[in-house]
């Protein structure tokens, strides 16, 4: 059974950081697409990272972009969410999720991922 466990969430200040995993059980991350997505209280889910497994090839949303890293470690079935000077607005349930549905770039959108997390809340408040 295709699972995630999800991980690294918690309450940072403004400016901190924090690092999300992502470990794959009961299937193998090699040949798909993991995303990273987030939703606040009162707002649709945001895309905001993606990697293809087996290129390494990445995406990233704009609002993002510059302080979060998606990186992946196939040895361990595990993608990981590096966030970088964190910011009020970066409050939210993280998730990740799987696909096999992509061509050359990874998506940010919620309609081809499969396979979610249970998410993990982060938190950044003073």
């Known amino acids: 059974q295709l699972q995630f466990v999800e991980s690294g969430g918690g309450l940072v200040q403004p400016g901190g950081s924090l690092r999300l995993s992502c470990a794959g059980t009961g299937f193998t991350l090699d040949y798909y697409a993991i995303g990273w997505f987030r939703q606040a209280p009162g707002k649709e889910r945001e895309g905001i990272s ?3 497994s087996v290129s390494g090839s990445t995406n990233y949303a704009d609002s993002v972009k510059g302080r979060f890293t998606i990186s992946r470690d196939n040895a361990k079935n595990t993608v990981y969410l590096q966030m970088n000077s964190l910011k009020a607005e970066d409050t939210a349930v993280y998730y990740c999720a799987a696909t096999l549905d ?5 998506r940010l959108i919620s ?12 938190t950044v408040s003073s």
């Open 50 to 52: 993606c990697i293809i």
């Open 111 to 122: 309609a081809p991922y499969g396979y979610w997390g249970q998410g993990t809340q982060v």
């Open 102 to 106: 992509y061509g050359g770039s990874c």
